[in-house]
């Protein structure tokens, strides 16, 4: 559903967020290690998973799955019979459950619900933990002044006498950055997933995105991680990415980093959809 965008939302304490995916975990059965795979890849977030691991006793084993070839992998370990005991990630991974049977949430599972932003809820087949992920337009302002308020001005700009410098970048292969394009071409308020198919506004926002790949303006082979790394290393002007990887850019960039709405697109607004990070087992 879209929503504003929320620039920042912060971690839950490290012993609350991590005993509620440990007792998910052993809800079913005790293990003598757990391992738990996660795609958040703010280094505070780490350092959360780490704490845990030392103040309780239980031997856990994390990973860190890059959200780009997320289901890949999972669809290839669970093949393998080398699946998680527990997931956290963005709530779509469970569009993958035709391949890949979550367990459902165990009956006798309840959580209290706060009036916070971050609200424990229960859905079928996870628990949410935290809700947002908007995505949003990153710009260094040491490249350029301020964010463009629509399209037609951000293409027009090209970085000024660095030719190492690229304009922007984005998860071209990723549906969750196509769906704002989307949203201009079709002012509904919600799509349901056959009318995202279907629509002819589908195939327009996809038209104007592969007319910027013809014209080099974004590269189809580099995905989410590889121009996180370039906005991150001063090699890009903007990136559109989500509100997850604030802190990660803040400290990468500093007073450089510059946040704004996603441009508007033929006189349109942008609208990027939210999700719930999830724990699903």
Not at 250 to 276: D, F, I, Q
């Amino acid at each position: 559903m879209p929503r504003a965008p929320i620039f920042r939302l912060p971690l839950l304490p490290a012993a609350m967020l991590l005993l509620v995916v440990a007792s998910f975990c052993v809800a079913k059965t005790e293990v003598a290690e757990l391992r738990i795979s996660y795609t958040n890849s703010d280094p505070a977030f780490t350092k959360v998973l780490k704490r845990y691991s030392e103040q309780y006793d239980q031997n856990v084993n994390f990973e860190w799955l890059d959200q780009t070839d997320l289901r890949s992998r999972l669809l290839r370990a669970s093949h393998a019979g080398e699946l998680p005991h527990a997931l956290i990630a963005a709530e779509d991974v469970l569009g993958v459950q035709q391949s890949i049977k979550f367990d459902e949430v165990p009956a006798g599972f309840a959580l209290t619900e706060s009036s916070d932003a971050q609200v424990f809820s229960l859905t079928k087949k996870a628990i949410r933990l935290t809700r947002g992920n908007q995505l949003v337009l990153y710009f260094n302002k040491s490249l350029t002044p301020k964010a463009p308020e629509n399209w037609e001005a951000l293409l027009n700009e090209r970085p000024a006498d660095q030719q190492d410098i690229e304009l922007i970048g984005w998860s071209l292969l990723d549906m969750y950055w196509l769906i704002p394009f989307i949203t201009s071409f079709n002012s509904q308020a919600e799509l349901t997933p056959k009318e995202i198919i279907v629509s002819p506004h589908t195939f327009s926002a996809m038209s104007y995105v592969w007319s910027m790949i013809k014209q080099g303006v974004v590269k189809i082979d580099c995905g989410y991680t590889c121009y996180s790394d370039k906005f991150k290393s001063g090699k890009l002007v903007y990136t559109i990415n989500g509100t997850w990887l604030y802190q990660e850019y803040k400290r990468a960039l500093g007073e450089n980093l510059g946040v704004a709405l996603l441009p508007s697109l033929k006189n349109k607004p942008m609208r990027s959809y939210y999700s719930y990070m999830v724990t699903a087992r």
